[in-house]
């Protein structure tokens, strides 16, 4: 009966700390979009701004630079041109990708949607200013919120 037990308790101590594992590494891939999302906007800003490329052709070759969950979301983005225009094509796309990002990373994503394709060069560029610069501030909060996560659970550690 006493291994029983102590079997019980090993494999909820194993299971809790693999599910506390797969936790922070969605934090540390949720970071690592941001970041690259950042990036990216950069030099799809430069593009709009120096190049004068279509959109679509920035999407594409973006998606080739790019990390595998946000380069998707600009294939995709790509993709849809084909049939739609760039708001609804980028929407479509950020709403059927598969990344670590919260709800309120996706809708700051989709108020990209709202200018691209709609406005002048210098509006486009403004909005992904604007959304470049709140991820910047989203990224500050996520990697604090990361550090006391981590520090709570080594804490908790410590305790036992």
Avoid: H
């Avoid at 101590?13 to 934090?27: A, D, E, N």
């Avoid at 609804?88 to 598969?98: G, L, N, P, Q, R």
């Avoid at 500050?140 to 804490?155: A, D, F, G, L, P």
């Amino acid at each position: 009966m006493q291994i029983l037990k102590f079997f019980m308790l090993l494999l909820i101590f194993i299971s809790s700390t693999l599910i506390g594992k797969c936790i922070s590494k969605k934090y540390a891939y949720r970071l690592e979009e941001l970041e690259e999302i950042k990036s990216i906007l950069n030099i799809f800003k430069s593009k709009i701004r120096f190049t004068y490329e279509p959109i679509p052709e920035i999407f594409k070759e973006i998606s080739n630079k790019a990390k595998a969950n946000i380069g998707d979301i600009f294939k995709k983005a790509e993709e849809n041109m084909r049939y739609l225009s760039a708001g609804e094509a980028w929407e479509k796309a950020v709403k059927t990708s598969e990344t670590n990002l919260t709800k309120e990373d996706t809708n700051v994503l989709l108020m990209l949607s709202k200018m691209l394709g709609q406005t002048d060069v210098e509006g486009q560029i403004s909005q992904i200013e604007i959304t470049r610069r709140i991820f910047g501030k989203t990224n500050k909060r996520s990697t604090e919120r990361k550090k006391i996560k981590m520090k709570n659970y080594i804490v908790g550690l410590e305790q036992q």
